[in-house]
Every structure is written in C-alpha cells, then in structure tokens.
C-alpha cells in the first residue's frame, strides 16, 4: 500500500533557528512529491512540487529536496509566521490522486 | 487565495441526515478532487472528476457521492450522516488530464454530525 510518512509530528523552532522536516514514502512509480503548507481550519496551501532525484527547490525561507526515498523541507532561519502544519503528499503513474502524510506541526517561538 | 470556492464553510446537522457540500474550481480547471480531513485520519482522498466524467475514486463510503455539472462545479452528497462523518472536507482543483499537477485547495467545509 502506498504511503507518505512524515517526521517529526511536531517540531517547535526558537526564531532563527533552522532544521529540517522528513517526509518519506512507498508510493511505487512516484510522479511527483508535492509540499503543503496548512494553517489552522485553511486549505493546504501549494508550496512545492519536486519530480525527480536530486531536484531542489526554494521559496524565502523554504527549501525542498527529494532523493530516491525521502523529501526534506529545509527552514532557515524561521520566523513566528513559519508557524503552521506542513504536509507531504505523492501521486504515482496512472493516478492523480495525493497521498498524503499526517504533517508535521512547525512552532516557531519569537 | 487559492481561486477555488466551498459552500458553506460551516455544517451542523444530525444524525441520519442528509447535506450537499459545493465546490468551485479555479477558472480553467477541469478537475475537481474531494478530500477527507479528521484528526486520527489525515487527509484523505475521496473522490476525483474531470471535465464532468468520474476518474478516481478512493476511500469513499457508499452513502456518499459526488457530481461534476457542466458549469464545473461539483457537490458532494452525504448521506445516512453517522457521527464519525464530522470533519473537514477540501474540494481541490487543477488543469487535469496529467499526471502530478499541482491541486489547489479550497478553505473547506466543516461538517459536525450531533
């Protein structure tokens, strides 16, 4: 069965301080890797979509990586607006569907 | 703002009823994706429609369906409502017919089952 396990379930950050969130999977014939970023009672909103080994991505202080069975989303230098659940989804060949991990929960304290 | 629209944002109803959750996509989108959200479960994917026609289906209980109308919009029918249907449903859309787009999410609908 396919599936996207994150890692840690929650993370708590002083402002500045930078890590990193796991996101690996077992979906067979990954198509894409895809990022998300969910506020509390919002929408996931898109941050990244990641296709092949190697590939990278940034956006301010975001940064996504995949290898040939994990993502990492990479913060640096978090600020208190970071603070959010970040969510890792794939889809495989022949669907369009997004399975998706359970998040990880970012606290960034001033 | 992510360009899809869901009515209405809050639902409270009983048990053994019906309702009709409302999805609009993005200009241009033909997809139309419905998602599940409780707090034990995650996100999980319901249901999938393209240009009016179902494509995927997914963990979706029979007391449920969906549609896709000519306009695009789609709804999303819940019926014989149990207390454990009480959660967040996300409508997402994008371009479709490809594989690994990017789907844009609505601000939901929060359903809670007394």
């Known amino acids: 069965e396919d599936q996207v396990t994150q890692s840690p379930e929650a993370l708590r950050l002083q402002e500045g301080e930078s890590s990193s969130l796991n996101c690996s999977y077992t979906v067979s014939g990954l198509r894409g890797l895809f990022w998300y970023r969910q506020d509390p009672g919002k929408g996931p909103e898109f941050l990244f979509t990641?296709?092949?080994a190697g590939e990278e991505k940034e956006k301010e202080r975001l940064k996504a990586t995949l290898t040939k069975k994990e993502s990492f989303l990479h913060i640096t230098a978090p600020k208190p607006e970071d603070s959010a659940t970040y969510l890792c989804?794939?889809?495989?060949?022949?669907?369009?569907?997004?399975?998706f991990g359970k998040g990880t929960k970012l606290t960034v304290n001033p | 703002d992510s360009g899809v629209t869901q009515t209405p944002k809050h639902l409270i109803t009983a048990t053994g009823q019906r309702v009709t959750l409302r999805c609009s996509p993005r200009s241009g989108d033909l997809s139309v994706y419905w998602y599940q959200q409780s707090l034990d479960q995650g996100l999980q994917f319901l249901i999938q429609?393209?240009?009016?026609?179902?494509?995927a289906k997914g963990n979706i209980l029979e007391r449920f369906s969906a549609q896709q109308f000519p306009d695009l919009h789609s709804e999303l029918n819940l019926s014989s409502l149990e207390l454990g249907d009480s959660a967040l449903y996300f409508c997402a859309s994008s371009v479709g017919g490809r594989y690994a787009q990017q789907q844009y999410f609505g601000p939901g609908t929060r359903l809670t089952v007394l």
């Open positions: 989804a794939g889809t495989q060949g022949g669907s369009e569907k997004l399975v």
């Open positions: 429609y393209y240009n009016g026609e179902e494509r």
């Open positions: 990641l296709y092949s």
